[in-house]
């Protein structure tokens, strides 16, 4: 399964080029990134076009590097190159789902401000919507 780049074309090639074509996470995903073992804070070390078992070719995301105050796929397009990074998509869905976990921590302070459960969005369809977004 490989994704397309999520942002026009031109963007996305230079983003990748300001990246070198390679992951900029350091450790945004919780991830070491660290392959020599020597405990400092590495960079992923995943590229453009390398073949990674069981995933496939690697095409780098272009996300916003302020995820949760730059939004996400949405306006990740309108954003100038500088202001989005190149990530592959484990990096990506992990700093994702750790957003997610966050918004939820802070979900129940809402209680008494709002009946949320009108809110509520199955999981299921949420993750539905996602691709909707993308
Ligand atoms: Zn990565
Ligand atoms: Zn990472």
Redesign the pocket.
């Known amino acids: 399964m490989t994704r397309p780049p999520l942002v026009g074309a031109a963007l996305w090639t230079a983003v990748m080029r300001n990246a070198g074509h390679r992951?900029e996470?350091q450790g945004a995903?919780g991830k070491k990134h660290d392959p020599g073992r020597t405990r400092k804070q590495g960079r992923?070390p995943?590229a453009n076009g390398q073949f990674v078992s069981k995933v496939g070719e690697v095409i780098l995301i272009a996300m916003p590097r302020d995820p949760i105050n730059e939004g996400d796929f949405v306006s990740a397009a309108k954003l100038p190159p500088s202001r989005l990074a190149a990530?592959?998509a484990?990096?990506h869905d992990a700093v994702r789902r750790k957003i997610r976990t966050a918004e939820k921590k802070l979900a129940p302070q809402m209680d008494d401000l709002f009946d949320i459960s009108e809110y509520y969005v199955d999981p299921a369809s949420a993750k539905q919507a996602d691709v909707g977004a993308a």
Do not use: A, G, I
């Open positions: 992951c996470c995903c992923c995943l990530m592959c484990q990096c």
